[in-house]
């Protein structure tokens, strides 16, 4: 149990385009989600908290308009990196939260912006 | 500010030894803690956690020693395995939120 899907696992797309990141907690409901980034040969860096029919909390030094977060239902949290640019290029990660102590990765998104 | 880090960044250990990857943390509010370990293009998995009313913590082939005295979080693998090999991150939790740090990991690589 305690399985989250993150989709796409591989995105390009050209510079200026927007980028949508799904994250579904498959077999439970997570009122709380939490994106990540990762450079290469880097830590996992927090990005935003994702609340369930609220608006997210975002980390110091995260664009909010850059880095839309939707997180409509229990099961659903989507990240959308709106005009990516090469710099955004990066490993996507998201975060469900089952329970005090519950939390579950998802398998990540790889973000190459040409 | 909160920060959560690793003394070495690299690891070689040879197959069959024991491993054990260290973590300093710098937030004593801290109240939980946890051991991840990352494969190549994957996301984190978790390994074993602890929480801060304990010093010790044992599972299958791995161990976590927290010492809070010194803000100081280790991670002890038992007859280390090629598919050991990843990198492996501590991570906290603090009170009073649900956020989780990530330290700057150890890349481990078991030779056979």
């Known amino acids: 149990g305690a399985v989250v899907s993150q989709h796409p696992s591989r995105v390009i797309c050209k510079s200026g385009t927007s980028v949508k990141i799904e994250c579904r907690s498959l077999?439970?409901?997570?009122?709380?989600m939490f994106w990540y980034r990762q450079f290469p040969k880097q830590s996992l860096m927090l990005m935003a908290t994702?609340?369930?029919?609220?608006?997210?909390?975002?980390e110091q030094g995260v664009e909010k308009d850059k880095f839309l977060i939707n997180h409509a239902s229990l099961t659903l949290s989507t990240l959308t990196v709106t005009s990516a640019h090469p710099e955004d290029s990066s490993f996507y990660i998201c975060?469900?939260?089952?329970?005090?102590?519950?939390?579950?990765f998802g398998s990540g998104t790889r973000l190459t912006v040409v | 500010g909160e920060s959560v880090g690793l003394h070495l960044p690299t690891l070689s250990v040879q197959e069959g030894d024991n491993s054990i990857i260290n973590c300093a943390y710098s937030n004593s509010a801290s109240d939980y803690f946890i051991w991840y370990k990352q494969e190549s293009g994957k996301g984190p998995q978790f390994i074993i956690d602890i929480r801060s009313n304990m010093d010790k913590r044992q599972g299958q082939r791995v161990t976590v020693l927290l010492n809070k005295t010194v803000k100081h979080l280790s991670l002890q693998i038992a007859a280390t395995q090629p598919g050991d090999s990843a990198v492996y991150f501590c991570?906290?939790?603090?009170?009073?939120?649900?956020?989780?740090?990530f330290g700057a990991g150890t890349r481990l690589f078991v030779k056979a």
């Open positions: 077999d439970f409901q997570a009122t709380t």
């Open positions: 991570a906290e939790r603090g009170t009073g939120g649900f956020k989780t740090i």
């Open positions: 994702s609340n369930e029919g609220s608006k997210a909390t975002y």
């Open positions: 975060s469900a939260r089952r329970g005090a102590y519950g939390y579950t």
